[in-house]
């Protein structure tokens, strides 16, 4: 019967010892949890060029929460494809989820990262508009 | 002419499939080449010239009173026989009508095919009567979705739409098709489904990889299998099981997992999480190495992330990378389709892992933490003994639906589900109204041998219950159990718990009675009020050739046990409300 009987309570049960961090990674009870404020990546995307691919690719990050902070978008070659490229914020678990969510949809052909400093030079020409 | 939706006698046999001429011609003859042998929908103006097409094939339509109960007949058409599900729908409300039931698919990774109608080309983003930009609703909800602008490639992109929802990690896909496509000219024949080009699916996983998992497991002492849903998706269930027994490891499911793995095995932890057995998280959380396969870790399951299986080594078999790490960090990622994986590991196993204490700790928590309730003939009738009494009288492979809510716990927890594919229920999503034409899609799937049993709640079965008519047309044989709390219970349960008990807008002062109202519609109405009537009444309605519907006035004080609360530690569930008061 409900409630009257000798079922051990939930703090007389063993517990287990360890922790994980917010990540999901299995951490000592103690570590201090990762800072993940101000972490960038900069993601380049190969996609077939047709109607609605950014709005999927650009939908995709507002629903799972990535901040885009710059984007640029270009036709490759003969205009059957296209590059676009993006810093982001990618809040836990972190670039490479974005990466595979990426893959994963269709007009998506490749992703690649790249280091920091490839933001600088995407936005080179950006940073002075009037020219 | 009318056309009847029930396919009776042999039909048109005699006369050889008509040459495609529209693009509608197209979109059927793709379906029709995919196989398909039921859709269900409902018409429009958009979507006619499809509805045309299909009055001259076999494929058996079927009529449904709301496009919501068309999308959700089609998702349980498609987990009962794991084919993709179709579904049609007209364009503006009938394809926003649709959305739930996509997005309850997308969740669950079920397979499932949309066709809806839309405005002319000519009309689109003119704001014409009837449209939405249906492809821009329902990009999150689908796997993928197209529009169809050329009658010459409409029977290709239905293939193609076909083939997506059930390769690789299955989910709707939906195709957008303008009238004047559906009803523009064309001689091209669609194929049969065929896969984008370069779409690459995982088979194997790495083997390296898979040789460093099993030296992992092999070296556990505490092993565990978590089953999820993607082995039903990937009809792993044999191969799981032949693994489990071989190396003697306790296994655990997830609620989209039930069926992977008989729950009356000695192995058999059931199902975890938040209203999950005791024993079952008790083996998760103490495990030291997980075999988590075809899951994506919902938090239903894991509680709060911090504290879930936190000594535990994960071994995590996926068809889809982007599940790898995505909640609960995988040392050992395992990217490939369940069963060749599970196979794999099979082989690459030196030894078993020396468990038979763990074993033994585990069988101890099933004695420890049973499930449990109380019966006392003055009080109501216990929900928990209704479901227990309609498994004792149904076949080991009857089908089971549900709604959402404290009838859906009660139907996971107290019925003992032996085979795949007899669990049919909504969730991730959690759809409230889900069950009744979950109830007619799995009829159409299942086996005719097969009974067909949905439990709903008061609350969850008053959203949808008008797909009592369609059930009543088509001669369906189910039953539908109706757990009567007078109250959205699960609201009122968590009210209770964690509102102070202030039970704002979730107990209904009056409920139509739900025997009449079968009786109106056509179907056997069945009233439960005392433990007395419980067995015959059922067996009454049960035994019923066609809809039957059973009002059970249940206990509405009871409460769902065990429970973790909202992100809770998995370990401290609460067994009763004393328990709950300690947390």
Redesign the interface.
């Known amino acids: 019967m409900n409630g009257e009987t000798d079922v051990p309570g939930p703090h007389e049960r063993a517990q287990p010892n360890g922790r994980r961090n917010a990540d999901g990674t299995r951490t000592e009870p103690d570590a201090p949890q990762k800072d993940t404020v101000g972490r960038r990546a900069v993601l380049s995307a190969i996609v077939v060029n047709e109607p609605g691919v950014t709005a999927k690719v650009t939908g995709l990050f507002a629903r799972r929460q990535i901040n885009i902070e710059r984007i640029v978008g270009e036709p490759m070659g003969d205009g059957e494809r296209s590059r676009i490229t993006f810093v982001v914020e990618p809040p836990h678990p972190g670039v490479q989820q974005v990466k595979r969510q990426l893959e994963k949809l269709l007009p998506v052909i490749s992703v690649k990262e790249f280091d920091l400093e490839a933001a600088d030079h995407l936005t080179a020409a950006i940073d002075e508009p009037d020219k | 002419m009318s056309k009847r939706t029930t396919a009776t006698e042999e039909t048109a046999d005699e006369s050889p499939r008509r040459p495609v001429t529209t693009g509608a011609d197209a979109a059927i003859a793709a379906l029709e080449a995919a196989g398909v042998e039921h859709a269900f929908g409902l018409q429009g103006g958009a979507i006619m010239p499809v509805y045309d097409s299909l009055y001259h094939s076999d494929i058996q339509h079927v009529t449904m009173c709301h496009e919501q109960g068309a999308a959700h007949a089609a998702d349980a058409y498609g987990i009962v026989s794991g084919e993709p599900g179709v579904c049609l729908a007209t364009s503006g409300p009938g394809a926003t009508n649709l959305v739930t039931g996509l997005a309850d698919a997308d969740m669950d990774s079920d397979p499932m095919v949309a066709l809806t109608g839309q405005v002319s080309t000519d009309f689109l983003g003119r704001d014409a009567f009837q449209e939405t930009d249906t492809?821009?609703v329902t990009?999150?909800v689908t796997k993928?979705n197209y529009v169809s602008t050329d009658p010459d490639t409409t029977g290709h992109t239905v293939g193609e739409a076909f083939a997506?929802a059930e390769e690789g990690r299955p989910g709707p896909t939906l195709v957008d098709l303008p009238k004047n496509v559906t009803k523009g000219e064309t001689g091209e024949q669609p194929v049969g489904p065929e896969l984008?080009e370069?779409f690459d699916v995982p088979n194997a996983a790495d083997g390296a990889a898979v040789s460093e998992a099993a030296e992992a497991l092999a070296d556990a002492e505490q092993p565990a299998i978590l089953s999820g849903g993607g082995v039903i998706k990937a009809e792993a269930w044999d191969e799981l099981r032949r693994f489990a027994t071989e190396y003697g490891v306790p296994v655990v499911t997830t609620m989209p997992g039930i069926g992977s793995f008989p729950e009356d095995h000695d192995l058999a932890m059931e199902v975890a999480g938040m209203h999950g057995t005791?024993y079952a998280n008790?083996t998760l959380?103490?495990c030291d190495v997980m075999l988590a396969v075809g899951t994506r870790?919902d938090d239903r399951l894991t509680g709060g992330?911090?504290?879930?299986?936190?000594?535990?080594?994960i071994i995590h078999i996926d068809i889809?990378?982007?599940e790898?790490?995505?909640?609960?960090?995988a040392d050992y990622p395992l990217v490939g389709d369940a069963g060749t994986v599970l196979d794999q590991l099979y082989d690459a196993m030196t030894r078993a892992p020396d468990a038979g204490e763990w074993r033994e700790q585990c069988r101890e928590w099933r004695k420890?933490?049973p499930l449990?309730?109380?019966v006392s003939e003055d009080d109501p009738v216990k929900p928990q003994f209704l479901v227990e009494a309609m498994d004792e009288l149904t076949p080991d492979d009857t089908v089971v639906t549900t709604g959402v809510g404290q009838h859906q716990m009660w139907a996971m927890q107290y019925w003992t589900y032996r085979h795949p594919r007899t669990w049919v229920s909504s969730h991730g999503l959690g759809t409230m109204g889900y069950g009744l034409p979950a109830a007619i899609g799995a009829r159409f799937a299942a086996d005719d041998d097969q009974s067909v049993v949905c439990f709903d709640g008061d609350g969850s079965f008053l959203m949808t219950l008008q797909e009592l008519a369609v059930a009543v047309r088509e001669e369906l044989d189910i039953t539908v159990v109706v757990l009567n709390n007078a109250a959205v219970g699960m609201v009122r349960q968590w009210q209770d718990a964690f509102f102070d008990g202030r039970r704002m807008a979730s107990e209904y002062p009056w409920v139509p009675g739900f025997d009449v109202i079968a009786e109106g519609f056509g179907a056997r109405g069945f009233r439960i009020e005392t433990y007395e009537e419980v067995d015959e009444t059922l067996r009454e309605a049960y035994e019923y050739d066609g809809p039957s519907v059973v009002d059970a006035h249940v206990d509405p004080e009871e409460d769902v046990?065990p429970i973790v609360p909202s992100g809770g530690d998995n370990?401290?569930?609460?067994?009763?409300?004393?328990?709950l008061e300690?947390?």
Not at chain 2, 305 to 313: I, L
Not at chain 2, 324 to 329: A, F, L, P, T, V
Not at chain 2, 571 to 579: D, G, L, P, R, V
């Open positions: 492809t821009g990009m999150p993928t997506l984008p370069d005791g008790m959380q103490h870790f992330v911090e504290t879930f299986a936190p000594d535990a080594e889809d990378p982007a790898i790490s995505k909640i609960i960090h420890e933490y449990e309730y109380s046990y370990t401290k569930f609460a067994m009763n409300e004393a328990q300690e947390l």
